[in-house]
């Protein structure tokens, strides 16, 4: 199984319903609704519009109508095609959406999930609540470690949180951001603000910096580490450099942009609302093409097979548009009252684009309960500045997995500390260099004692 040199995107696209404060996740390739999830519980602000995809395939959300002192929030939404999900009523399946409308229930009873967690939602793929300090939070960008940096249009608070643990690790308080956002490969945070300044944070010498960018909206960022804002109500989109000099600032081609993707070809595109029209440039800013959409398209993103997805507000359906013939090729229908939004990563392609990090996943049936598990060996290459990483965790159904630890595997060593069970999910994960290397697993073995028959 040896890993590809081009990382995409699993097939799924998750859309925030604005109108509804929901999120659905679509399947990229067939358009079909798989799901649909609250975003707060009963008696808490809504109204996201953005989502961005982390490296387990999971979905963040913002609630953009919280401000108060203690309500700001993000929700987390588990990928249950990775058993990410959680079987917290201990049924041994897990009990979510199966499609739109199918939303489930979040009562919040007695208020336990205002300070936060999700005791009382009822749909078991919404694994995480949480109390932030960005009011009305919009920038949703994902790391190499898979943490999080969130960020508050309000008050431009941006915090970065633990993956793992949720825990806040860096609130930061610069004088912009808080509206689109991403995270290039060098690890700087880019963070616009509507008929602001863009915020450029480079963690390591702790340094925000307001560029003089005016009235940005959307971001993305090209194969050569450019980073591309539109200009909202500007008609223009700018090229800046990783450093922070503006390159070169082009015409849309339309009118009021806002989300802003780029294909692997370099290409941008970009979702002008008030044309209805999602726009194509070269890597200058050349246009190439102007495609008819939906009304009011806000977000754009790329898909697992290179198709641009774009949201329509006020059609309150996405489209799928074919590079090859600069066509939509098919429509989602969401129903009234949806308004889609989305100008960030919803694919999660921003982010694998800039880490170079691949994961392949399967989880092994032993057949019997109780089963120990020893060790897990391989072979692979790992050429130079690349790496492969194993871990597992077990549980006696899958249902049960999303609930688990991960443990690292050492090759060829007894795990000391993985509990018994049928079940054991085994991730590898694959991080890439610059110059195109990628490390390969090219034999895999597990083995473990099935218990004694009785």
């Known amino acids: 199984m040896q890993a590809s040199r081009e990382v995409t995107p699993l097939p799924f696209i998750w859309i925030a319903l604005s109108g509804r404060g929901t999120v659905v996740k679509v399947h990229t390739e067939t358009g079909a609704i798989l799901g649909e999830y609250l975003t707060a519980p009963e008696g808490c602000g809504r109204n996201p519009s953005r989502t961005t995809v982390d490296l387990d395939g999971n979905v963040w959300g913002g609630n953009r109508d919280e401000a108060a002192d203690d309500k700001r929030s993000v929700v987390h939404i588990g990928l249950q095609e990775a058993f990410n999900c959680a079987d917290r009523n201990g049924n041994s399946q897990i009990d979510t959406s199966k499609g739109l409308g199918d939303v489930r229930p979040w009562p919040n009873t007695g208020g336990a999930d205002n300070n936060g967690g999700v005791s009382t939602a009822q749909d078991e793929c919404i694994i995480d609540y949480l109390r932030v300090n960005g009011t009305n939070v919009r920038t949703l960008a994902v790391d190499k470690q898979n943490n999080i940096w969130i960020g508050g249009l309000g008050n431009q608070v941006h915090d970065l949180v633990d993956g793992e643990t949720k825990a806040i690790l ?151 548009i074919d590079p090859a013939t600069n066509q939509v090729d098919l429509t989602v229908a969401f129903g009234d009252g949806a308004f889609p939004y989305n100008h960030s990563d919803m694919t999660g392609a921003v982010l694998l684009g800039t880490v170079r990090i691949g994961k392949w996943m399967f989880v092994h049936d032993s057949g019997a309960r109780g089963t120990k598990w020893d060790r897990l060996a391989w072979n692979g290459e790992t050429p130079e500045d690349t790496s492969l990483e194993l871990r597992v965790r077990s549980a006696e159904s899958t249902a049960a997995l999303g609930s688990k630890l991960w443990v690292d595997a050492t090759n060829d060593v007894a795990f000391n500390n993985v509990p018994p069970g049928r079940y054991l999910q085994v991730e590898a994960r694959f991080a890439g260099a610059d110059s195109g290397a990628s490390p390969s697993l090219l034999l895999l073995s597990v083995l473990h004692q099935c218990p004694a028959s009785r």
């Open 170 to 320: 860096n609130p930061i308080r610069p004088a912009c951001g808080g509206y689109g956002g991403l995270i290039d490969k060098f690890g700087v945070l880019w963070s616009t603000r509507g008929a602001d300044r863009l915020l450029r944070y480079d963690p390591k010498p702790d340094n925000p910096q307001c560029l003089p960018v005016p009235n940005t909206y959307g971001l993305a960022v090209d194969s050569r580490s450019r980073l591309w804002t539109t200009q909202w109500t500007n008609n223009t989109v700018t090229q800046i450099s990783p450093a922070g000099d503006v390159l070169r600032t082009a015409s849309t081609g339309g009118d009021t942009a806002r989300g802003v993707a780029v294909t692997k070809d370099d290409n941008t595109w970009i979702a002008n609302s008030v044309s209805n029209t999602v726009t194509r440039l070269d890597s200058e800013g050349n246009l190439l093409a102007t495609i008819a959409v939906g009304a009011t398209p806000t977000g754009v993103a790329v898909d697992s097979k290179g198709k641009v997805w774009a949201a329509n507000l006020d059609s309150h359906n996405a489209v799928r």
